[in-house]
């Protein structure tokens, strides 16, 4: 497969090394300070950050201009763009306006329902969703052209990404609904938090079985847990989410100050495993407001230095 | 049919308070099925609003009426006089009663009691739930009949959003999700395979973002 945009996310998992992700979210203000300074923390970790698009519906600063702060370092940004906020012309114009900055890598997403964030009474959108941003992105690109069918002036050069849950509901559907985003265009995945190993190893069976591994590039999604607390929290109340008991129990019988390092050796001990698996290329590392510890990750989970282009 | 659900009674009388002739006015088809808006209930909301009337020492004259239909007009007829009567008419229609109503009378107001809810049906006795939402190009035939557009609380058209949970939508777990019964219901017709069919982007001219919509049979023009 040759590469088809600029984007270094795109170079590096094509010439067959593991990729690394991690993701920022931007402040609830207008310091752009604040996403500088995490990028700062990850920046020699990592092949490319993902700016999260109001994250869990809460309003924040747009990813697509902290998208730019981190262009405007030297670094690569992923723009998360949910189908939730914007119709498709404020999509593709978007779409243009990071592609102005030179901006390589998108990941197409629809978002959390707005009734869990700042502002539950308003409106959400919905006018395409994920799997049809995806082929918006792709018809832009490769076809250099806007939805409504007129040439696009300089098309976007993007590498299209989007996410995948393999723990999420109806179990049937987790295969042939990654068959059916790799149909739209889809390029690169990047999957929910992963702590039940051995159901995502099974996933990654029936992925391969289908042949989309060699369609697709699959980063699994790490997030380090920092208590006990969260683990329980993580299993019981977010949807979507599978957080094995002995996981759980693991936190639990460690005492209270060590377990967030035990959380790290978790995630650590998962990249190991993980690495193992045909089809993974890479990781996609989202500690949550806990950004410092990425370089710990990376380098013990023996990710470190990331290869140079 | 339509769903309306009646507005709570102190809003209700805030509206009509300053009012001396009010005409309670039922529509008695789709807001009559819900137990909101029917000719029934219009004349039980005209007794709560003459109690309320004497308990804040307000003088005002209340009449309660209704038709079988507030949104044609070959139903009108019969009620001119008690329209012609009141300086306020208090609508328990729909959306579209109301205002149909409001275009026979140039110079009297008409107010809501109710709030038109969704276009649904009757689940089980009391239980109201909605199944479409207009859109103007449906695509049950290819959603295995339920709809993704009026039930998925973000009308995804091509699969669930990670946060299906046990059958369940994640903004409450109340909520059927939409994509798992999508899902069931193909793989009961076994046409599962289908489920991997892209939907295109849809039309949505034909909704609400087109304007207001309009029909016209030619054949049935008088």
Known sequence: MSEKTPSKLEKILRQGHLAVTSECGPPRGSDPEVIREKAEMIKDYVDAINITDNQTAMTRMCSLASCIHLKLMGLEPVLQMVTRDRNRIAMQSDILGAASFDIYNILCLSGDHQSFGDCPTGQNVHDIDSMQLIQTVRLMRDEGKFLGGDEIARPPRMFVGAAANPFADPFEIRVPRLAKKVAAGVEFIQTQCIYNLDRFEEWMKRIRDRGLHEKVFILAGLTPMKSAGMARYMKNRVPGMDVPDEIVKRLSDTPKEKQAEEGIKICIESIQRLKEVEGVSGFHIMAIEWEEKVPEIVRQAGLYPRPSL | ?222
């Open chain 2, 1 to 222: 049919m339509i769903v309306g659900e009646q507005k709570p009674l102190e809003e209700i009388w805030e509206m009509v308070k300053p009012y001396k002739k009010v005409l309670v006015f039922g529509c008695n088809t789709c807001v009559a099925v819900c137990h909101s808006g029917g000719n029934k209930e219009a004349e039980i909301l005209a007794s709560l609003l003459r109690i309320k009337a004497k308990q804040e020492q307000v003088e005002m004259e209340i009449k309660n009426s209704g038709i079988e239909r507030q949104c044609e007009h070959e139903f009108y007829e019969p009620v001119t006089e008690e329209l012609n009567w009141a300086d306020l008419v208090l609508s328990t229609a729909c959306g579209v009663g109301v205002q149909f109503t409001a275009e026979k009378l140039a110079t009297t107001p008409v107010f809501p009691a109710l709030n038109t809810t969704f276009m649904g049906a009757v689940d089980a006795p009391g239980v109201f739930t909605e199944r479409c939402q207009g859109c103007g190009q449906c695509i049950l035939a290819i959603t295995g009949g339920i709809c993704p557009v009026s039930r998925c609380a973000k009308r995804l058209l091509n699969g669930p959003c990670g946060g299906s949970s046990n059958g369940k939508c994640e903004i409450n777990k109340d909520v059927d999700c939409a994509w798992q019964l999508i899902v069931d219901r193909l793989a009961a017709l076994g046409r599962l395979d289908d489920y991997e069919k892209l939907t295109p982007i849809k039309d949505w001219s034909n909704e609400r973002s087109g304007g207001p919509r309009k029909m016209v049979r030619e054949d049935l023009q008088q």
